[in-house]
């Protein structure tokens, strides 16, 4: 009986086109593990492809090797095919033009004639005969590369790699492994099986970024010695940690740290400190000169920070610019709040804000609440902190 390892290579080794893609909130892990797993696929002589929704903030990871090649859209994934028979006539010549939001061909037969019977039409195949999945807790958290094209994802065959128990195994092929602190762990032991000998210097380095990003620099408390030795060894392989952490760390700007400290002015837990949360006026994004794509790097700091806390909320005004105009009485009269949740990997942060309409994934959720900030922030705190008190945390 083959292994996970031995089935997932059977299925590369028999694929002609493979898609890549990932969770569109764009976690460091899941792009740096992508990243790899394109370039190993690459070496491996495959035709590969990596694509996932457009988020700004994933420019982060943008020295990352292998990052220009990141689609944010699934383009020709289907060809439609229109078939002449010429069986009994030949053609002379073949022309097309536009015309009146048409495209007209236009066909000159050899001898004879054609009917509407020769004329048959069809769809090609799906341009990927395998789909790879990488930190994804479902197909939903994929986000339009998911929504836009949901049959080919059901109608091809799909690798699942997570260290999520959240993940809902969606696979044809599951590859979850909840001992492995991030994707990218798991990557390394895939190519690793397979040949050690094909990690370079930038598959090194994306794994080892993918590493560091998820256990914020390994300070998070999930760290297992497994993992370390994983990084010592991808560090003997060229890995380039230095500019891993100037790029992810050394690279704030005093903007986001001025932002930094009005959250921790305000930062509020309750049931122990395992719910936290602060606000911030559109004040605070103005004095700052920053915006509400400055909140991850905010909630990451905090993870580390305050290790007890399994709920984070930042709950925040519409970052206006500074030279926006006057909102008329109509518009004033209709406050809205923000909220961004972030939860640890087993509490579900679309569950606990379900009544909000969230969007996003199991473990970072946004949502706007039709209350002025003040009362948004009671409504939230509340909504969560009894849904938290059912919970065995």
Known sequence: MLTQEQQ????????????????????????????????????????????????????????????????????????????????????????YQKKDKKLNFIISPKDGWFTEDDITTDTSDFKYDLIMTIAAPDLESLGKVYDNNT???????????????????????????LTAVSASEIIFSLIESYSRDLIDEDIATC??????????????????????????????????????????YRSKNLNILKLWGRVLSRLAGVLENKLIWSTLSAADFLKTNSTEKDLTDVVDELIVSIPQAKV???????????????????????????????TIKNINALALIKEFNPSGAKNLA????????????????????????????
């Open 366 to 393: 946004k949502a706007t609440i039709k209350a002025p900030i003040i009362e948004a922030e009671k409504i939230i705190i509340t909504a969560i902190g009894d849904k938290m008190s059912k919970l065995s945390l």
């Open 207 to 248: 794994l080892l970024a993918g590493m560091i990003a998820e256990t914020k620099s390994f300070k998070t408390n999930n760290v297992t010695p497994n993992a370390l030795l994983a990084a010592s060894q991808l560090m003997s392989l060229g890995a380039r940690r230095e500019e891993i952490v100037n790029h992810l």
């Open 312 to 342: 984070i909320a930042i709950i925040y005004e519409n970052a206006a610019p500074a030279e926006a105009p006057v909102p008329s009485k109509a518009e004033t009269s209709i406050k809205t709040t923000n909220l961004l949740l972030y």
């Open 8 to 95: 997932i290579f059977e299925q590369i080794k028999k694929a002609e086109n493979i898609l890549i893609t990932f969770k569109s909130a764009w976690s460091g892990d899941a792009v740096a593990s992508s990243l790899a797993l394109f370039l190993f696929l690459k070496k491996l002589n495959k035709n590969v492809e990596i694509a996932a929704e457009k988020l700004d903030s994933g420019k982060l990871y943008s020295f990352l090797p292998g990052y220009g090649e990141i689609k944010n859209e699934l383009e020709n994934l289907r060809k439609f095919v229109i078939s002449l028979d010429i069986t009994n006539t030949k053609v002379s010549q073949i022309k």
């Open 151 to 177: 049959e080919f994802f059901y109608q091809t065959p799909i690798i699942n790699f997570d260290h999520s128990s959240a993940n809902e195994e969606f696979g044809q092929i599951n590859f979850i492994e």
